[in-house]
T-cell receptor, first 110, second 115 residues
Framework: LAKTTQPISMDSYEGQEVNITCSHNNIATNDYITWYQQFPSQGPRFIIQ???TKVTNEVASLFIPADRKSSTLSLPRVSLSDTAVYYCLVGEGGANNLFFGTGTRLTVIP | EPEVTQTPSHQVTQMGQEVILRCVPISNHLYFYWYRQILGQKVEFLVS????????KSEIFDDQFSVERPDGSNFTLKIRSTKLEDSAMYFC?????????????FGQGTRLTVV
């Protein structure tokens, strides 16, 4: 399983764009990159998944460079309700490979 | 939106007692999982279940743990003789088909407190 490294915490003001970068130097050819969000006392919630280049959905964008050794989750115009822990996971698919690291604790400040 | 439901939301039990945590995965999903999260720590994989049998388990999932799908809708985690260190949030998750890299849906969790 590819090991991931993320910043432990980040702070941002409301309305700003937030970019959280994850390193995964030993990502395998078949691995996908998936980001989950977790609020206190709740289960993780899927945000976005990608394999290469850029993926965008209604809540976030995911940027993956050509070498795929890192990825960046971009949250546009964050609000206070985006305060949560964000996890980057790398694996071939399925929750068998959903091994969560320590994640990035994002705090949005008014 | 479909959701995974877990009951109870909070369970308090005495050390040494048996507990059963219940989950109803999303109806057409094929793979089911249990995770736990000790307060302030990361989410840890316990076990995965497919076609009525365990497909993978972690070192945490020792002989005191068992899982069962007693009927077509429920998926349970049993802890036979609880220890203080079993106190944690337990999350159930389900996936339609992992090989398609579809997303995992997690329940809201059961907070287990062993006293």
């Amino acid at each position: 399983l590819a090991k991931t490294t993320q910043p432990i915490s980040m702070d941002s003001y409301e309305g700003q764009e937030v970019n959280i970068t994850c390193s995964h130097n030993n990502i395998a050819t078949n691995d996908y990159i998936t980001w989950y969000q977790q609020f206190p006392s709740q289960g993780p919630r899927f945000i976005i998944q990608g394999y290469k280049t850029k993926v965008t959905n209604e809540v976030a964008s995911l940027f993956i460079p050509a070498d795929r050794k890192s990825s960046t989750l971009s949250l546009p115009r964050v609000s206070l309700s985006d305060t949560a822990v964000y996890y980057c996971l790398v694996g071939e698919g399925g929750a068998n490979n959903l091994f969560f690291g320590t994640g990035t604790r994002l705090t949005v400040i008014p | 939106e479909p959701e995974v439901t877990q009951t109870p939301s909070h369970q308090v039990t005495q050390m040494g007692q048996e507990v059963i945590l219940r989950c109803v995965p999303i109806s057409n999903h094929l793979y089911f999982y249990w995770y736990r999260q000790i307060l302030g720590q990361k989410v840890e994989f316990l076990v995965s279940f497919y076609n009525n049998e365990i497909s993978e388990k972690s070192e945490i999932f020792d002989d005191q743990f068992s899982v069962e799908r007693p009927d077509g809708s429920n998926f349970t985690l049993k802890i036979r003789s609880t220890k203080l260190e079993d106190s944690a949030m337990y999350f159930c998750a389900s996936i339609l088909r992992p090989e398609l890299n579809t997303e995992a849906f997690f329940g809201q969790g059961t907070r287990l407190t062993v006293v």
